[in-house]
């Protein structure tokens, strides 16, 4: 009658089947180094972690540096203790996003939707994708007789920085004059223009983002900030594509 080895101990028990293979997965998953960012994030030690999960320190240590193949009992074990699924030893993990958008290779674009443009445009982040929010270049022209600001709107905020020169930015009922410089934050779902207030074009930086966070409550404005001619940003517009 043929007899079976005896295990000895879960935790020095190895696969036997690909070994090599094994390992390899084991490696390229960072298992070990994810078990350890999730102890340290908890400010627990070693030995701490035994008492959660049964397994001895010396073992999770070993765990951690990649020198045993932990079964799926003992990650089991594991998640439960840090409130993970038993996939988050195994999914991939988020790629970094680093692009570079070099001045010679953007493309400069007029304002959409007008027979004369009132303003250019150049993305800064088109290389980027599903990316949350779009930064652009813009240079704003002076005005022509033919030429009438379109205002326009989209979800989301906007930001504005000028760079150079002066600008005019229409938002719903309320006119500003912004100069080299100045900034300005504004919810993008309210109707928005903007136009050059000077006779040399006037440069920006712009940026939207795609989606409005979530809902904040308002405040009336002081009597100081309103005699002061200030008040709470109103909902704006964005920048038109």
């Known amino acids: 009658m043929n007899e079976f080895p005896v295990v000895k101990s879960e935790e020095t028990q190895m696969s036997q089947v690909d070994a090599e293979t094994t390992a390899r997965v084991i490696a390229e998953k960072c298992i070990g180094e994810r078990i350890r960012r999730l102890r340290l994030k908890k400010s627990m030690g070693l030995v701490e972690l035994g008492k959660l999960t049964g397994l001895s320190a010396s073992f999770l240590s070993q765990l951690e540096t990649g020198r045993v193949v932990p079964t799926l009992r003992n990650l089991a074990r594991i998640a ?10 195994f999914e991939s993990d988020a790629t970094s996003v680093f692009r570079i958008h070099r001045r010679k290779e953007r493309v400069r674009l007029p304002q959409t939707g007008v027979e004369f443009p009132t303003y250019y445009f150049e993305s800064l982040g088109y290389m980027v994708p599903d990316r949350p929010m779009d930064p652009y270049f813009a240079e704003f022209v002076p005005l022509t007789q033919e030429m009438e600001p379109a205002a326009h709107l989209h979800p989301g905020f906007e930001f504005l920085y000028v760079l150079e020169g002066e600008l005019k930015l229409r938002h719903g009922e309320q006119d500003c004059a912004l100069e080299e410089g100045d900034a300005v934050y504004f919810d993008s779902s309210t109707p928005h223009s903007y136009q050059c207030a000077g006779i040399k074009p006037a440069q920006a930086i712009i940026v939207t983002m795609h989606q409005a966070p979530a809902a904040m409550p308002l405040r009336a404005p002081s009597a100081a900030r309103t005699a002061a001619g200030t008040s709470n940003p109103a909902p704006s517009g964005g ?3």
Not at 80 to 89: A, N, T
């Open 80 to 89: 439960m203790v840090f409130s993970k699924d038993l996939s988050y030893f």
């Open 239 to 241: 920048f038109n594509k």
